[in-house]
């Protein structure tokens, strides 16, 4: 019976009037205590959430309907927030085992909730027949898998790039850089003369490295190392990150670049707000999906540009743009998986929600949108396919996912000059390493 | 009569006081359900927490003092801590000093006394709030209004909140706009001092500045030491401008890191709700003691007129 289960809601409404005892009790109850991978013949009402623009919330709401046309008896209520707000709150509802059934997830995200137990293994799902797993891009696929399940369906793929605002480059007289062979000194030096033939009006580029964990990724592959390894510690080389920063910090003093009061109020501003969208600077970089918003946003004619090279060697990595996963403590694991699967395989919603989350990880979806693509989806694509990856990417390990403001932060501590570059790197590894050791 | 005296009556008569206290019971009823549930609940499971190791999702492991301990050494923890005083000491001073000062010049009888009264007191609705922040983030930006005003007079200005020097200071700024709820409370008590010490002094030649030291400044400490100890609270639990005005960060470079955000961080970014709840708990003995230190310093300055 559901009243003798300690966590019933009125088990736990009753411990709530208790106060003080109520946190222990809360805190044992955990979760992983879903439904059944069933079928129901009642009428379901599924929760689904995900952070992102106005755009997704309206075509996502608007591929909710469509299934809920397909399945009479399952209702879907969309929850949205902005990307920092959902994590907090995300964790929250999980600890109130309220977590919604199905959940938008990201790359450096999702092992922090697979290793505990969060996430529902889409195996299972797949075995009973309610999502097909078979049409996802291979190497995508793999980057949703840990400990032997798959947690997480990857949406869609993105690449890093480097956006360039032609008009800017035409009307400073600049020719357009050669991106099948240009190196990192060839981009310091075009930046370089292209904020001298600014005139103090522009800045060639923004700083586009050693503030964020895709560019610290794609500098250290291109020189054979990794931020994380297989095992889920930190691999990174100290000396390549004192590399990476000296050579912005030349960017910065020669000119190339904006200064690091600019870059931090571009952060958090969003890619239409930023420098590079508002015309003051010509190079910035982005992931390959977001030029439809960068090109709205600037009216300029933006296009990508491959990302400079060193030996030769591929650093680019196909990353998951997002993931769809379904919580563990789902009542209805089996209705949230075919919602998974209308998603990310059926051409209904594929009609709706586009590219809009990434070029679509399903190879049989890309193909069925291609001829509807706009000029912005084009070039996106077109990038994607031109980019030559290099080792797949290694996922970031539980108790990781704080990297990004991590770097974001003693990076800035480095461009700020307040801490030298090699004790910045030390420091770096050290605490991010710690966050995964206590995660042990 | 004085409230005291109406106390002492009220004392004295016990059995006519008994079916109010009934009453006065019920009517708290509410509040009390409030405080056990949203208050104390919360915080008894808080100070449970920050014995334990607990990520959200898990349930928690009891560590001892474990989390204590990892204060001892927690740089960024020390570097908030600085942040946070820095910020407390130097805007609360500043806030009381302005909102004194305009409290005493609206008390002279300034015309349309509820016009200004209401304009000042404006900012301290607003200054908490997300709207404002978002506005200081643009006003104090490069490219921000605050510079268009330091170019028309040919100077130079920098991205104030996008630098680790500044961005503290901006947030100060902000804090003592928000003068307007003690200057009204200072208004207020500067109503109550009776005119007739005014009178004497000025018979006995007392110029205006020696009046407002010897009558209005003594008179007026109860005041300063209410506004004082209330401003400090509030400003040691500062959250949203930091918050907004970062992005979360507390940045650039941790130079806005208040303690609150970075209890914040650990809960919620870093899955460290154990850790969490245990610099709230720090927080608490903090505010405690410099309290506690404020209502012993009151003996020395404080003047209670009665």
Request: proline share 5%; with cysteine.
């Amino acid at each position: 019976m559901r009243s003798t289960d300690p966590c019933s809601r009125r088990a736990l409404a009753k411990a709530g009037l208790l106060g003080a005892a109520s946190a222990p009790l809360l805190a044992s109850c955990g979760f992983g205590r879903g439904g059944e991978m069933v079928l129901s013949d009642e009428p379901v009402e599924l929760r689904l959430s995900w952070w992102g623009s106005d755009l997704r919330t309206q075509q996502t709401n608007e591929a909710v309907a469509a299934f809920e046309a397909e399945h009479p008896n399952i209702t879907v209520r969309g929850e949205y927030k902005e990307f920092g707000a959902y994590w907090d709150g995300l964790a929250t509802t999980f600890a109130a085992n309220d977590a919604p059934d199905v959940i938008q997830m990201d790359e450096q995200y999702f092992k922090s909730y697979s290793a505990r137990g969060a996430l529902v293994d889409l195996n299972e799902a797949e075995a009973a027949g309610f999502l097909d797993l078979s049409r996802i891009e291979e190497d995508l696929l793999v980057t949703g898998q840990a400990e032997g399940g798959q947690f997480a369906l990857p949406i869609g793929s993105g690449v890093i790039a480097l956006a360039v605002n032609a008009d800017m480059l035409a009307q400073y007289g600049m020719d357009m850089p050669d991106d099948t062979t240009w190196t990192w000194d060839d981009y310091a030096a075009i930046a370089l003369e292209l904020t001298e033939r600014g005139g103090g009006d522009i800045t060639g580029s923004g700083i586009t490295g050693g503030v964020d964990v895709a560019s610290v990724r794609y500098w250290v592959r291109q020189r054979g190392n990794e931020l994380f390894g297989e095992n889920g510690d930190v691999t990174l080389d100290p000396d390549l990150l004192v590399e990476l920063w000296e050579y912005y910090i030349g960017m910065i003093e020669s000119g190339a670049s904006g200064t690091p009061q600019q870059m931090v109020e571009d952060t958090g501003v969003g890619v239409e707000g930023g420098r590079l969208a508002t015309g003051r600077t010509a190079f910035g970089l982005i992931h390959n999906t977001q030029i439809s918003a960068l090109r709205r946003g600037s009216g300029a004619d933006m296009r990508l540009l491959q990302m400079p090279q060193h030996d030769g060697m591929p650093g680019n990595f196909i990353k998951p743009s997002m993931y769809w996963a379904v919580s563990a403590g789902s009542e209805h694991p089996a209705e949230s998986s075919l919602l998974v699967d209308f998603l990310v395989n059926s051409e209904a919603a594929a009609d709706v929600l586009g590219t809009e989350r990434g070029v679509p990880a399903n190879t049989e979806i890309l193909e069925y949108l291609t001829p509807q693509f706009d000029e912005s989806d084009r070039i996106a694509v077109d990038y994607l396919e031109a980019v030559v990856p290099g080792d797949p990417l290694i996922v970031t390990p539980n108790g990781g996912s704080n990297v990004n403001p991590l770097i974001t932060r003693i990076g800035q501590e480095v461009y700020f000059g307040e801490t030298a570059p090699d004790e910045a790197a030390e420091a770096l590894i050290d605490e991010l390493q710690g966050e995964i050791d206590a995660t042990k | 009569m004085t409230a005291t005296a109406e106390l002492r009556g009220l004392r004295g008569d016990r059995a006519k006081a008994k079916p109010e206290n009934k009453a006065a019971f019920w009517f708290l009823l509410p509040w009390f359900l409030g405080l056990f549930a949203v208050t104390l609940g919360p915080m008894a499971a808080s100070f449970y927490l920050s014995f334990t190791d607990y990520n959200l999702l898990q349930p928690p492991e009891f560590t001892g003092l474990g989390n204590f301990e990892r204060m001892l050494t927690d740089e960024r923890l020390h570097s908030s801590l600085g942040v946070t005083f820095t910020y407390v000491l130097v805007s609360v001073p500043l806030q009381l000093g302005l909102a004194l000062a305009l409290a005493v010049l609206l008390d002279r009888g300034v015309r349309g006394l509820a016009f200004y009264r209401s304009v000042f007191y404006l900012p301290s609705l607003l200054g908490a709030s997300v709207a404002i922040a978002v506005l200081w983030r643009t006003v104090f930006g490069t490219e921000g209004l605050f510079n268009e005003g330091l170019g028309l007079f040919g100077i130079e200005g920098r991205g104030w909140i996008s630098d680790p020097e500044t961005a503290l200071s901006t947030l100060i700024t902000l804090n003592v706009w928000t003068f307007g709820s003690p200057m009204v409370i200072f208004l207020a008590g500067l109503r109550q001092i009776p005119a007739m010490y005014y009178e004497a002094a000025a018979v006995d030649g007392a110029s205006p500045l020696r009046r407002f030291a010897s009558v209005t400044l003594p008179l007026l400490t109860p005041i300063i030491f209410f506004n004082l100890v209330l401003q400090i609270i509030n400003a040691f639990q500062s959250f949203t401008q930091a918050f907004i005005v970062s992005g979360g960060t507390g940045g650039p470079v941790d130079s806005t890191l208040f303690f609150s955000l970075f209890l914040y961080q650990r809960g919620f970014g870093n899955f460290d709700m154990g850790y969490a709840s245990a610099l709230a708990w720090l927080l608490l003995v903090i505010i405690g003691a410099f309290t506690a230190i404020n209502f012993w310093a009151s003996k020395y300055w404080v003047y209670y007129d009665d």
